[in-house]
């Protein structure tokens, strides 16, 4: 009864045991094979991220995005005309080898190079971006597979235009007659105000920060 069980074992034992470099340097070859391969194979992927603007200077950035860092005294006004209320989202092409294009995923930190917005000014609110202007600041090795920024059809490249505002502080407005709109009521029941007659202000400036578009 036992004679069957103990064969068996023989002939496992065999398979690994009998010459074992050989089977070591096969399986050694083989894996030499297959990563040479994996770093030959060229993989593309589009990936889409949102765009978000963050303080110049900033250490940490955000996951699934495309980090703008807006210079002092500025706003991100629109991208590529789309207003930042609206939520613009852009598209990156990156290429690179199998084994390296694994960690290209759509939670990636990416980033326009600071040094790239240093000419935004108020004579200059325009800046256009292109794929060299892109990096991903955690893992800098990752920045050469970006390739492309891809336009709205989703296969041509394009650039990536960016429009700013001035960002303008305590800027004084002067409360007058059809700048205001008056919302709700003090008035007694079976009353109501008339703008033209019955409302001042006092004070009568206030201070304003904002866009200054």
């Not at 294009?101 to 326009?112: H, S």
């Not at 240093?118 to 090795?141: C, F, H, M, W, Y």
């Not at 041509?156 to 205001?180: H, I, M, N």
């Amino acid at each position: 009864m036992s004679a069957q069980p103990k064969k068996k074992r023989g002939i496992l034992a065999g398979i690994f045991l009998v010459d074992p470099w050989r089977k070591l340097l096969a399986l050694g070859l083989g894996f030499i094979s297959w990563y040479y391969v994996s770093t030959k194979i060229t993989n593309t992927k589009v990936l889409l991220f949102r765009v978000t603007p963050v303080r110049a200077g900033k250490a940490e950035y955000n996951a699934n995005a495309l980090n703008i860092p807006v210079p002092e005294g500025f706003v991100l006004w629109s991208v590529n005309g789309v207003p930042m209320e609206k939520k613009p989202k852009v598209r990156i092409l990156f290429q690179g080898p199998h084994n390296r294009m694994q960690k290209i995923t759509e939670y990636l930190r990416l980033a326009v190079l600071s040094e790239r917005l240093t000419k935004v000014s108020k004579g200059n609110l325009r800046i256009e971006i292109k794929a060299e202007d892109l990096v991903v600041p955690q893992d800098p090795g990752l920045n050469d597979l970006i390739k492309e920024i891809v336009g709205p059809d989703g296969r041509t490249p394009a650039p990536l235009v960016l429009d700013f505002e001035e960002y303008l502080r305590k800027v004084p407005f002067v409360l007058g007659k059809g700048e205001t709109r008056v919302v709700g009521t003090a008035c007694p029941e079976g009353y109501e105000i008339d703008p033209d007659k019955g409302i001042w202000f006092t004070p009568s400036q206030v201070e304003l920060s904002g866009p200054g578009k």
